[in-house]
């Protein structure tokens, strides 16, 4: 009987000659098995950091998100608060006015000494 093993050609003569190289071919596809286990385990663990990392940044971007919703809140506070203070026109004591645009941003136009 002939046996393949490692790229060599085997004549097996005995019994025992026999079991062992098919002791040795099952050492070596147990080996084979259990490395693409570990790298396959490799794998899933980095998978698993990349996806924590992913929903990190979400949640990073969403209190992002939150932040400039609070500045947009606090701005249209604070231009209320002038309107309320200084009029519909939004005419500050100093000369300016407050214009809201339509994002929620505001403008100062100064008025020059020449205007009424």
């Known amino acids: 009987m002939t046996i393949i093993l490692n790229g060599r050609v085997e004549c097996m003569r005995s019994h025992q000659q026999r079991t062992t190289l098919q002791s040795a071919g099952y050492q ?12 396959a385990e490799r794998e899933f663990q980095v998978v698993v950091l990349a996806e924590r990392q992913l929903q990190a940044a979400v949640l990073t971007e969403r209190e992002l ?11 249209k506070a604070v231009l209320a608060a002038q309107k309320e203070t200084y ?6 004591e ?23």
């Open 65 to 75: 998100q939150a932040a400039v919703l609070t500045e947009r809140e606090f701005q």
């Open 87 to 92: 009029g519909a026109a939004g005419r500050e």
């Open 28 to 39: 070596y596809l147990k080996t084979k098995l259990e490395d693409l286990v570990v790298l």
């Open 94 to 116: 100093d000369g300016t006015a407050t214009e809201e645009a339509e994002d929620g941003t505001t403008t100062e136009k100064t008025k020059s000494p020449t205007e009424p």
